[in-house]
């Protein structure tokens, strides 16, 4: 008995120790108190957040070389600065991330992180990608150049909601199997250009959303785009109130069900090419609400008392989504050979 309460006493003055040292000690995890430096080592699991819960010291999180993270990674980070207030930085560079295959959601709703380094992430195993940084409003670049997303089936809302991205290159990305971007880019109110001229959407069946709201987007490169399985476009554009161009001459439209507001607030829109076989679905829409600087390609313009005159008749504005072949066949398009 009196091992046994010499051992609690001994056991309690370590703890007292280590509480009053400046680094606090886990086997997976060590704060630096004056820092605010938490590094992680071995197997990292959801359980690591139970240890830092409100805790307003923490500030950054740096994983060691050989760190490994687990197959479901699915919102593993989601919300992290509410759980840590005072985070600001996460750098996963030196992670095993080789066995991760769903990565949806994972770094979502991180607003007030303002860095994310994710160098050298190993992604060739992750099928989804849905949300991945959804709502990381405070981060303003992200380097993704060590990714491979061969295997990924879905990007709906990637990126949704960064609003301080003001470059994003994606040169690197495989697409090929990716079946939705629905609301990949949407939010993304500092970006000035988007080259996606890498991208194979030849699988992709969702667009609707991937552009809304990108309101500093004033050039964007789709001339690779194949959505010839696309049945929806709707919002696509929405609010993209610094283009004024758009070149979709490589778009097929074969699969089109869903377009409405697809080009809405579009202010300063002035040109749409398309390809000679576009032909827009029949149905009623606001597909060019407050496009009033557009012109089709023989001088058709869209124009306030058009708009009105389409609402009275209630027909729509769609009937003139195709290309503007003259006075006798007016259209908001115009055909790029």
């Known amino acids: 008995m009196k091992r046994i309460i010499a051992a609690a006493l001994v056991l309690t003055m370590i703890i007292a120790l280590i509480v009053g040292m400046d680094i606090y000690v886990h086997k997976n ?16 699991d959801a359980r690591f957040f139970t240890h830092f819960l409100n805790d307003e ?3 950054s999180i740096v994983a060691e070389e050989g760190c490994v993270l687990p197959e479901n990674c699915n919102s593993f980070f989601y919300r992290a600065t509410v759980k840590m207030p005072n985070l600001r930085s996460i750098d996963l560079s030196g992670a095993d991330t ?28 992750i099928t989804n990608m849905c949300g991945m940084f959804d709502g ?40 090929s ?7 990949m880019f949407s939010g993304c109110g500092k970006l000035k250009t988007l080259d996606l001229g890498n991208f194979d959407t030849s699988k992709v069946m969702n667009m609707s959303d991937m552009f809304s709201y990108c309101k500093d987007l004033r050039e964007i490169n789709l001339t690779s785009f194949d959505t010839s399985l696309v049945s929806e476009m709707d919002r696509m554009f929405y609010g993209c109130r610094s283009l004024s161009v758009i070149d979709m001459s490589s ?5 089109l069900k869903q377009i ?19 032909e827009t679905p029949n149905i009623d829409t606001d597909m060019f609400g407050g496009c009033y600087q557009l012109v ?26 195709k290309i503007d072949r003259g006075d006798n066949a007016p259209g908001f398009f115009t055909l790029k050979e």
């Open 98 to 125: 080789s066995n991760v295959n769903d990565a949806c959601n994972m770094f979502a709703s991180c607003s007030g992180l303002t860095t994310l380094v994710i160098t050298g992430f190993d992604t060739s195993n």
């Open 57 to 59: 010291r923490v500030k």
């Open 296 to 321: 089709g390609g023989k001088g058709w313009h869209y124009t306030i008392s058009k708009e009105q005159e389409l609402y009275e008749k209630q027909d729509g504005d769609s009937k003139y989504a």
């Open 260 to 278: 409405w507001n697809m080009f809405q607030f579009c202010t300063v829109l002035e040109t749409i090419y398309v390809n000679g076989r576009w």
């Open 177 to 183: 199997n990716v079946e939705s971007m629905s609301n």
């Open 29 to 44: 995890y060590k704060l630096d108190k004056e820092t605010g430096v938490v590094t992680v080592k071995g197997e990292l």
């Open 136 to 175: 990381c409003t405070d981060i303003g670049s992200l380097d993704l150049s060590s990714f491979d997303t061969s295997k990924v089936t879905t990007m709906a809302g990637m990126f949704q909601g960064c609003e301080s991205l003001e470059t994003l290159d994606l040169g690197s990305f495989d697409t």
């Open 251 to 255: 778009f097929d439209s074969s699969s």
